[in-house]
């Protein structure tokens, strides 16, 4: 496939040529989950999609690792080649092959010896254990799988390669569509069918995106001089990428055992429904960080600062167009939205409307934060990413899901992610600012 030179042509023009593969890639990795819960909502029931949202962590902190090595790696890879530095680049690249390869082995051994300890400690009850056991038991073996997947994503598209990790991507998520189908209704395998179809559609892409090695425009090469010196630069620089992505699993289990004490497993079947549709407007805001994010990358590396400053307009204009949309949707259709995962009980749509709404208010601003981490990431500023990242990931979370129930009650714990978001963005245009003087 034809490589785009991020350093000569229109910012303009190379943004929204990385826009829709990028948008498209990341929605379809979002299709891997919503699959599942349709699926898994209709064939079979509410006690599935609780099972399923208990579990979602892990799949967070595989996907996590692969993002921490793959972002920091790529993001270092494509600001050496920015200056010239193809030797420093492809050690990058080896460091982060290094380290997400021990890291998936090391989750994978973790993850089948303390399975049962590590199930009971993210939520699962007795009630859910018949849905939890099989669908974990897949999830913990498929473990590398995700991690190579997301890390593989990130360096293709680094290499000039956006439409080949589109392509990966799509493909496993409309594999895992068409097994989640075959497995959970006419093979009857329930809970381990839908994490076997993920797994399945997650090694095509894999092996779809491992083909660009062998491509003539690959500048993917191994070169180990100074490999270990290059680590912590990697696993430092990717650091925010990683508590972004487990801190949504982190967040989900803070969630889960907040809902538990306030409404039982109901509480949890609409949190199921509120994360799964807010994970297709997360997976376009991340598409549009991660079209903008090669662009800066290569731009600072190059020295060309006013490029590096015209992208970041396009990044943060295209997020707020978006965020404007996705609020609008959760406030005008959120019964619609309901039913998209499974016919509810009125119980649980008089407390998912609601839900639905106040949740959805974070997405007025959610995008300016996630692309203002991914640019202080791009323009190797590690700290103000992490900064930002911790913010909004972990630390308002951990403190809102705690504080805001016990004044508003079940309301508190919908208005958390909201809440934590606007605090955030106002960090992160005080930190811009800072960083424009």
Known sequence: MKQINMLE?????????????????????????????????????????????????????????????GVGGSVLFGFSRGRGDEKRARSYFTAALCVVLALSAVFLILGRIFFNPLITFMGNTPLLNEYTVPYGTVLTTAAPMFALSSFLQAFVRNDGAPKLAMAGVISGGVTNVILDYVYIFIMKWGMGGAALATATGTTLTVLILASHFFSKDNHLKLEFSDVWRRVPEVLGNGLASFILEISNGFVMLLFTR????????????????????????????NGIAQAVQPLLSANFGAGNLKRVGEARKLGVRTGFAAGFIFTAIGMLIPVQLSYLFLDPTPEILTMAVPAIRLYFLCFLVSEWNIISGMYFQSTVRPRFSLTITLLRGVILNSVFVFLLPALFGVDGIWLTVTVSEFITAGVAFVLMKREEH
């Open 9 to 69: 042509s229109p910012v303009r023009q190379v943004f929204f040529s990385y826009l829709v593969p990028s948008i498209s890639a990341t929605l379809v990795t979002s299709i891997y989950i919503l699959a599942d819960t349709m699926m898994i909502g209709r064939g079979v029931g509410g006690s599935g999609i609780a099972a399923m949202n208990i579990l979602l962590p892990l799949y967070n902190t595989y996907f996590g690792i692969g993002m921490m090595c």
């Open 258 to 285: 907040q809902l538990l004490a306030y409404v039982g497993e109901m509480g949890i079947t609409v949190y199921g429904i509120i994360t799964n549709t807010a994970l297709v407007a997360s997976s376009i805001s």
